[in-house]
Structures are given as C-alpha cells and as structure tokens.
C-alpha cells in the first residue's frame, strides 16, 4: 500500500539475516517459514534498511536484498553506573560474567572451555558467575560444576552482577548486536568478543578486547595477559565507561532521525 502512493519504506534489521542463522545452525530453533518469507518481502519492499553492525550488513551480502541501499547504526548504551567498583587487584578472585543464552550460536562451548582451562592454569584465582539458559544448560552444568550458574534475574539484581565481576565474555559466532555488551561497558567492565557482535562497531583499543571466533585457546591467552596485569583491567574498565558516555540511547535516537530524515 505504501508503494501504491509511492512512500518511502525505511526497514530496521537489528539481527542477522534470518538464512545465516540457518546455514549454520541447523539444529537451532528458528521462525516459521512463513514468517521467514513475509520477512524477504518486507526487506525487499524497503527502499532504506538499517542495520546495527557490519556483520549484519554482511550477511544480507550474496541475497536479492544486497542492491538496497543499508545503513550502519550502533545501537546505544544504557547510562554509565559511577557507583564505586572493587577493581581486580591481584589479590583476590578475577570474577568473569557471562550472559546471554546457552545456546551453540552463543559459541558456549568455546566459553566452557576457556573457563575450564582457565580454572586449570590459574587455580584458585578465577571465578564463573554464568546467567541464562537455553538447550546447552546441562552441558554447561556438567563440564563446569566450579562455575555460579543463575537462570533468570530482575534487571536490577543483574546491574549487581556487573558491577561485582571483572571481565565479561561474549563469544558469539552469530550475533545482531550483543546489548549485553553495553550493558557490561557502561559498569566498568572489561568485554571481550568476536567480531560477529556489536562490538568492532563501539570499541577502541583501550576499552575492550576483540576474540577469534571458535577459538577457545585465545580467551586463554587474553584472560591470561589480563589476570597478571590488575592495572590494565581497571585503565580498561574506566575507558570502558568512557566510551559508555559517547554512545547514549538520545544520541541513537537523534542520529536515526538524521538518517531518516536524510533519506526521505
């Protein structure tokens, strides 16, 4: 109807394109198909689609869809927390977080391991507070019985665990944006994940911590380089909420209607 009385359709993507998520996990809950179908006609009605990373843009590559003209908007952060943390010290426990679904696009097992290996190397010196659920629950359960596993919490109760852990691991291999990821930066915590987030797009060198992708052995290495350098994880987190204050949801919001409006 809006291209009968010719109006501009303008569509926001915030996830990846809905056959990658399927190419790769096959076994992975997905929409029905109908809906994946309405899904390809509303994109290619779209005279303008609005994506929040790089990698999302990517994947709608090689698809009917690739001629659309696609912006990139990060999506923003919550307010910065400037209640007083505990930096790691060297002395006591480095406390890593997770949160998010234990699901294999998640890349859980790569976080399992990390951990356990983590928890090997650096015994008595690493903690695991791991918050969600999801189809790798007992798996998670059983390799990793030293972790803290909690299932649901208020988002209040959530803040605290920010606030409380040191390094945040997100190692998705598919993922739209990973708000997660905001969340954690705008607590003063050090984030480390791949490239397939929301992360590259948000990031400097001194606030954050890019990991392979199905790699396991490289969150090693880095929770290892961090762990002997208590200073370097507390000049992170303070960059963290540095880069937590450019990037508020008023300013998203103001710069969607600059795109909107340029568009029109």
Not at 11 to 23: D, Q, V
Not at 39 to 58: G, H, N, R, S
Not at 107 to 122: F, Q, V
Request: net charge positive; glycine share 4%; aromatic share 10%.
């Amino acid at each position: 109807m809006a291209k009968r009385y010719n109006i501009k359709c303008i569509y926001e993507l915030p996830t990846t394109y809905w056959k990658a998520k399927s190419f790769f996990f096959n076994n992975e809950t997905i929409e029905p198909k109908y809906k994946l179908l309405n899904l390809d006609q509303e994109l290619k009605l779209a005279d303008l689609i609005i994506v929040p990373t790089q990698f999302v843009k990517k994947t709608l590559k090689n698809t009917p869809i690739n001629n659309k003209k696609i912006i990139i908007l990060p999506y923003g952060f919550n307010k910065i927390n400037k209640t007083k943390r505990q930096w790691f010290d060297g002395k006591r426990k480095l406390n890593l977080l997770y949160v998010g679904s234990l699901i294999e696009r998640k890349g859980i097992k790569y976080l399992i391991r990390s951990i356990k290996e983590l928890m090997k190397i650096h015994k008595n010196m690493i903690s695991a507070t791991i918050i969600g659920s999801g189809s790798l629950k007992n798996y998670a359960h059983k390799e990793l019985p030293e972790a803290k596993f909690i299932e649901n919490l208020s988002y209040n109760n959530l803040l605290k665990h920010y606030r409380t852990n040191d390094i945040f691991i997100l190692p998705s291999l598919l993922e739209g944006f990973g708000l997660v990821i905001t969340e954690a930066m705008s607590n003063g915590m050090v984030v480390m994940s791949t490239n397939r987030t929301g992360l590259p797009e948000i990031r400097n060198d001194n606030d954050s911590i890019l990991i392979k992708v199905n790699n396991a052995k490289d969150i090693v290495h880095k929770v290892t380089y961090l762990i002997k350098r208590p200073k370097q994880i507390q000049r992170m987190g303070k960059n963290a909420l540095i880069t937590a204050s450019k990037y508020s949801w008023p300013k998203y919001q103001n710069k969607l209607v600059e795109i909107i409006n340029d568009n029109l």
